[in-house]
């Protein structure tokens, strides 16, 4: 059973940087990773995933902007998100599965990000 904590999260203005962490416990990370986020009164949607061998993608609004990254060797894979921009605002989950024909098996508890203008 993998266990998955998010960190890093807060408020900053329009133009900043942050950088969220998500640390897995209990087993190594998962072959696929993924950060999704969820706004007020939205679906959750996929922001960014990265494999094992580390290949990744983005969402549209976000490319050029956030970088996906992993380490296996500290069981985490972090988010670095630039040029922030309102419409980040969100609760960021951290996620994991093993099977890319499979759903996102694992999740953490979530880290809010505020963006104000």
């Not at 986020?37 to 490319?63: F, M």
């Amino acid at each position: 059973q993998v266990q998955l904590v998010e960190s890093g999260g807060g408020l900053v203005q329009a133009g900043d940087s942050l950088r969220l962490s998500c640390v897995a416990s209990g087993s190594t990370l998962t072959r696929y990773m993924a950060w999704f986020r969820q706004a007020p009164g939205k679906q959750r949607e996929l922001v960014a995933d990265i494999a094992s061998g580390g290949s990744t993608s983005y969402a549209a609004s976000v490319k050029g902007r956030f970088t996906i990254s992993r380490d296996n060797a500290k069981n985490s894979v972090y988010l670095q998100m630039n040029n922030l921009k309102p419409e980040d605002t969100a609760d960021y989950y951290c996620a994991g599965r093993w099977f890319v024909a499979t759903g996102y098996d694992y999740w953490g508890q979530g880290t809010q990000v505020t963006v104000s203008s």
